[in-house]
């Protein structure tokens, strides 16, 4: 089964600051992808940031990085340059690739952004 | 293009009542999520559908049920309704599961 955690229920960071939320998950797929959404009080989930297990590369955009260690397995969200906008909850994701296993979620991180 | 929808947005219900939600996915969409948040259980995951197919399934009761249709839209249903159902009810879809999973803006359901 697959299981994401997120060790920081909340987190606190100065506006213009970077900022990484952790982590880390557990599967036995060999293929599968590594998600991370944003959830501001109005409910809706926003799409931030994908990585593939097999992606050479870390992914980025914008001001979202993705700090993919997979022998760790990791995938550390990097927001630069923090704004007061970013305050949310922060969830991290994972499918298989397969489709064999659903997209499931961690408990989430609450950033605030302080002035 | 039009993203997922989810009517109705709010709902109150009475406990014991059944309840049915609603999503259309984007075009072209065929795999359509669905998942229950609440502040002490987190997001849960409660049934994918592919191509009218139920594809995976959480660890609900039997009164929870969907179904998808062929045009994707999806439905699901909450027989004899608990004051422990009242959650946010969001529906994903996706194209594929390397594509990301777009969210709709959920149904806040209460049980009174």
């Known amino acids: 089964a697959q299981k994401i955690t997120q060790t920081q229920p909340g987190m606190f960071v100065q506006e213009k600051e970077a900022v990484t939320l952790d982590c880390t998950y557990d599967t036995s797929d060999p293929s599968y992808g590594l998600f991370w959404y944003k959830q501001p009080s109005s409910g809706e989930m926003i799409f931030l940031i994908y990585q593939g297990s097999y992606d050479q590369q870390n992914a980025t955009e914008g001001r979202y990085s993705l700090n993919f260690q997979k022998a760790r397995k990791s995938a550390n969200l990097v927001i630069s340059a923090s704004q007061l906008g970013d305050s949310a909850m922060y969830f991290c994701?994972?499918?298989?690739?397969?489709?064999?296993?659903?997209?499931?979620f961690g408990k989430g991180t609450r950033l605030s952004v302080i002035a | 293009k039009a993203g997922v929808t989810q009517t109705p947005r709010y709902l109150i219900k009475t406990r014991g009542q059944q309840v049915t939600l609603s999503c259309s996915p984007i075009?072209?969409?065929?795999?359509v999520s669905w998942y229950q948040q609440t502040p002490g259980q987190g997001l849960q995951f409660l049934f994918e559908y592919f191509s009218e197919t139920q594809r995976n399934k959480g660890n609900f009761p039997g009164r929870f049920s969907g179904r998808q249709f062929s045009n994707s839209r999806s439905e699901m249903n909450v027989s004899t309704l608990e004051l422990g159902d009242s959650a946010l009810y969001l529906c994903?879809?996706?194209?594929?599961?390397?594509?990301?999973?777009?969210f709709g803006s959920g149904t806040r359901l209460t049980v009174v």
């Open positions: 994903a879809s996706s194209f594929g599961t390397t594509y990301g999973y777009t």
């Open positions: 994701a994972m499918s298989s690739v397969s489709g064999n296993t659903p997209l499931v």
């Open positions: 075009s072209g969409h065929r795999s």
